[in-house]
């Protein structure tokens, strides 16, 4: 959900160093304010409990990875977990960062990650969730 704040035009904090993506306005009016709207980031999270078919896998990410940043993701992690607390299963995650859900939803629908999908077929065993971040 969008928020709104307000930031005097001549702060020292600069909007591109935020962590979201902000449409910026100077409400009519408001002499030294600036408006902002801040989106938050989703991020597709994918927990594999099992991996069958690792050639499968392979192919899948060879046409997932450019799909997904060809719709905006950034991978952050990815990879077997460093360290497994709580239920203490150490399974491969991924996690993409995404500039919206909307964003997110729609990498997933894309034509190209759905032809990777159809690679992937039954390669694993997984879950994945897209999470929407804080604003």
Excluded at 31 to 53: H, P, T
């Amino acid at each position: 959900m969008p928020r709104l704040t307000a930031t005097s035009v001549g702060s020292n904090h600069a909007l591109c160093e935020r962590r979201h993506d902000p449409l910026s306005f100077q409400p009519p009016g408001a002499k030294g304010m600036l408006m902002e709207i801040a989106m938050a980031k989703a991020y597709w999270i994918a927990f594999y409990r099992s991996i069958s078919n690792p050639d499968a896998l392979a192919a899948y990410a060879k046409l997932a990875g450019p799909a997904i940043a060809a719709a905006g993701g950034r991978f952050l992690a990815r990879g077997n977990a460093a360290k497994a607390y709580e239920a203490g299963v150490a399974q491969r995650v991924v996690v993409i960062e995404f500039d919206s859900v909307e964003k997110a939803v729609a990498a997933h629908d894309s034509e190209g990650y759905q032809a990777a999908l159809k690679v992937f077929g039954k390669a694993a065993d997984r879950d994945l969730r897209i999470v929407e971040g804080l604003a």
